[in-house]
């Protein structure tokens, strides 16, 4: 299988271990190409009989992805629907793919990764940070929107209910040692033995029977209520915020004021309270 068609992300395999960087700079922005790029590794790897471990890492060390395109959401259909839809839109089935796919999934988390990024990385089998570089966050509803590509359905199931709600609304960003304490990253490791550990992990996965990794994974996944009916329910919810015209205007005054610059990424949440 070859992954040498993909412009945004560098991709090796080798030993059935597929190791994909995201380097999209300035700030890995979960835009439109990087998440059509997403979706066709995760297909790839998905058909790749020789798969059967994925490593997602980044190339920059500040940010594994910032979060969704502020811009792309602002060009979303603003449709009053009555009601959910049954199946799952686009990026609702990318990112649930890495959590069906029968291969193992891990998200090598440096840098931060916030909304969108938060959202994929949560749909993996397993997440390992850099516990000096690492954060974590949700800060969507301070743009009046909510966690609307699976964060709401997945950060509960991890975290619980009420720290869900801490970050979800408090739109914090959340360190890596509290993710770890919290259950929402596996394990919190120094820079110098991240990779380390992570390679030996995927390298010891890999040297396993195959159907046997589909197997657990599979098993795994059914000691879970169906994802499905809730990501549908909150697509709905969050298109929904968008016929909010002051959700319209704090999106596009997070853009006026900085938004989606390297910058002022580095901190949410010193940049939302320019918005009073």
Not at 15 to 29: C, E, Q, T
Not at 148 to 154: A, D, E, H, I, V
Not at 226 to 251: H, K, N, Y
């Amino acid at each position: 299988m070859a992954y040498d068609d993909l412009e945004v992300m560098k991709v090796t395999a080798a030993g059935g271990v597929v190791r994909a960087v995201i380097d999209h700079p300035p700030i890995n922005l979960l835009d439109l190409p990087l998440m059509l790029e997403l979706d066709r590794l995760g297909k790839a790897v998905e058909e790749d009989a020789e798969a059967k471990v994925l490593v997602l890492s980044s190339a920059d060390e500040q940010f594994f992805i910032a979060h969704a395109d502020v811009n792309l959401i602002l060009g979303l259909p603003r449709e009053d629907r009555t009601a959910p839809n049954d199946t799952l839109g686009f990026f609702h089935a990318m990112v649930d793919r890495f959590r069906t796919m029968p291969k193992a999934t891990i998200a090598v988390i440096e840098g931060r990764v916030r909304g969108g990024g938060s959202e994929l990385v949560s749909s993996m089998d397993m997440r390992l940070a850099d516990v000096d570089r690492a954060i974590l966050g949700q800060p969507e509803v301070a743009l009046g929107i909510i966690p609307g590509g699976s964060g709401t359905q997945r950060l509960p199931l991890l975290v619980g209910r009420a720290r869900a709600l801490e970050v979800m609304l408090g739109c914090g960003d959340v360190d890596a040692a509290t993710a770890e304490q919290w259950g929402w990253v596996n394990r919190a490791l120094p820079s110098h033995e991240l990779h380390a550990y992570v390679d030996d992990l995927a390298t010891r996965i890999a040297s396993f029977p195959s159907g046997a990794i589909a197997a657990a994974k599979a098993s795994a996944n059914n000691a879970l209520p169906d994802p499905v009916p809730g990501l549908c329910a909150e697509e709905w919810l969050f298109s929904r915020t968008l016929l909010d015209a002051q959700t319209i205007a704090r999106m596009q005054l997070f853009l006026e004021i900085g938004g989606q610059t390297r910058e002022a990424e580095r901190d949410l949440t010193g940049l939302y309270k320019s918005f009073s």
